[in-house]
């Protein structure tokens, strides 16, 4: 099996190393990439993190996935504004995003979020259990304390569309619960690599 690169970002380190890379939506699909990106719901990011102006690099394409969702394990209203979690037919989008470039072949996954610490490293983290059978690296930058800030909301949704693909006989019977350790799995030593 061919190695696999897992490389979580800030925003602002993944819109630096597209236009290094000369990437845009005329040249994207041809790299034997995927790219996560992951910015905040238009009410959070207008209103809480006075970033009206963030958005998506890339326009979605076979290699590139584009999620709107906040920092948060479960949707919260402040000061009268909605923040919004991630949704679980977001998390099966994604999941199937994943398995179709790993069925490609692609090379690497690179996956930012706001800050590169949180629901990004959740996917990360997902993309590396799903992975098991593949050479993995994965890249955080400086940051190993990366266990501290993992959102396990948006992990639990990951591992709660994958259990729900996989097992689908207690939907069927009207089960929708799942097991505790899917939502907030152990946390296992992964491989990091700087730069």
């Known amino acids: 099996m061919a190695k696999i690169r897992i490389t ?14 000369g990437l ?4 994207i699909e041809n790299e034997n990439k995927a790219f996560i990106s992951i910015i905040g719901t238009p ?4 209103y809480y993190l006075d970033e009206g102006d963030t958005k998506h690099f890339f326009k979605d394409h076979p290699n590139v996935l584009n999620l709107d969702f906040d ?3 479960d ?7 909605h923040f919004k ?3 679980i037919g977001q998390a099966e989008k994604a999941l199937q995003f994943i398995e179709d470039n790993i069925n490609k072949g ?12 949180s629901r990004s490293r959740a996917f990360g983290e997902f993309i590396y259990r799903y992975c098991q059978d593949h050479d993995i690296d994965v890249d955080y930058g400086d940051r190993n304390d990366y266990t ?3 959102n396990y909301g948006v992990l639990g949704k990951l591992n709660h569309a994958y259990w729900k693909k996989y097992n689908l006989k207690q939907y069927e019977d009207g089960n929708t619960e799942y097991p505790h350790d899917i939502v907030e799995p152990p946390i296992r030593e992964i491989k990091l690599r700087h730069g």
């Not at 845009?24 to 040249?27: A, I, L």
């Not at 009410?43 to 207008?46: A, K």
């Open 43 to 46: 009410e959070c990011l207008e």
């Open 24 to 27: 845009n939506d005329n040249n």
């Open 148 to 150: 501290t800030i993992l």
């Open 75 to 81: 949707d919260i209203i402040y000061d009268g504004h």
């Open 85 to 87: 979690t991630m949704r």
């Open 71 to 73: 920092d948060i394990s």
């Open 8 to 21: 979580v970002l800030s925003h602002y380190l993944f819109d630096e190393k597209m236009k290094k890379m």
């Open 106 to 117: 692609v090379e690497s996954f690179d996956i930012h979020c706001r800050a590169g610490m």
